[in-house]
Structure formats: structure tokens, C-alpha cells
């Protein structure tokens, strides 16, 4: 099985960037973990990071014919980016949301995804084990 991952914006800036909501861990750490995990589970991972929407969809196409499926942190794109909603669906990935804090109970507008729709999950607020949780989950698919 081979999964792609793809984190949002601002997400390099993990372990420096508001550490009390999104944790101490960097995004190499992060990556790090998420590598051992897809290991243990005999799953490959091919890892990306962009700042840019149109980037993120670049990725999503370039790598959909390698992908079984997907593991997907918008960040901010979560909200509104329905380009990005759009290319999870026609792609057709088996996919799943992942976020590091707990979106429903922060500001308002981060209530609500429009990326949920069109994944078979959503993991929130566990800090980096809402993406093992995702790769568990997508294993078991």
C-alpha cells in the first residue's frame, strides 16, 4: 500500500509556531514518526509540504496514480479551499483528514471543513497521533 501525505500550510513552521496549540514537535520530527509508523504497518509514504494551494493540488495529481490513498492536513485550507476539495474527489483517493488540535473547539471559522466531505475520516487534536491514527485506518481499508 502506498499512501500519500501531504501537509498544509504552515506546517513547516511546527515546533516554533504557537507550540501551546500545535505542540513542540517540528515537522521533521513529525515526518519522522509518521515514516516508523507507515514502517511497522508495511505501508510506503511519500511525504510533502507546501504553503501554496495550487501546489498541493500539483502534488495530489503528480502522485495520484503512485497513491492508494491519501492523508491530508489542509490547515487553513480546511476552511475554504474548495479547489483542494475538489481534487481529493476527482481523484477518487480513499483519503483522510488529519488536523493537530482539535478544530471544533477553536475560533469559529475554523468549525467548519469543507475537505470532510470528501474523506472517509477526519482526526483532530491528537498532535501527530491523528496521523498514525490515519495511516491505522487507511491500513485496515
Not at 15 to 20: A, I, S, T, V, Y
Not at 60 to 80: F, G, Q, R, S
Not at 136 to 141: F, G, R
Amino acid at each position: 500500500m502506498n499512501i500519500l501525505v501531504i501537509h498544509g500550510p504552515n506546517l513547516h513552521l511546527l515546533g516554533k509556531r504557537q507550540p501551546e496549540i500545535y505542540g513542540a514537535e517540528t515537522l521533521a520530527q513529525l515526518n519522522c514518526r509518521i515514516k516508523k509508523r507507515a514502517a511497522a504497518l508495511g505501508v510506503k509514504v511519500r511525504i510533502f509540504q507546501s504553503n501554496c494551494e495550487g501546489a498541493i493540488i500539483d502534488l495530489l495529481t503528480a502522485h495520484a496514480a503512485w497513491a492508494d490513498a491519501l492523508v491530508i492536513n489542509p490547515a487553513a485550507y480546511t476552511h475554504y479551499s474548495y479547489a483542494i476539495r475538489d481534487a481529493i474527489a476527482a481523484l477518487a483517493l480513499p483519503a483522510v483528514e488529519v488536523h493537530l488540535s482539535d478544530i471544533s473547539k477553536r475560533e469559529p471559522f475554523r468549525k467548519v471543513s469543507v475537505i470532510k466531505p470528501v474523506c472517509l475520516a477526519q482526526f483532530k487534536g491528537g498532535g501527530a497521533a491523528s496521523y498514525l491514527k490515519a495511516l491505522d485506518y487507511l491500513k485496515k481499508k
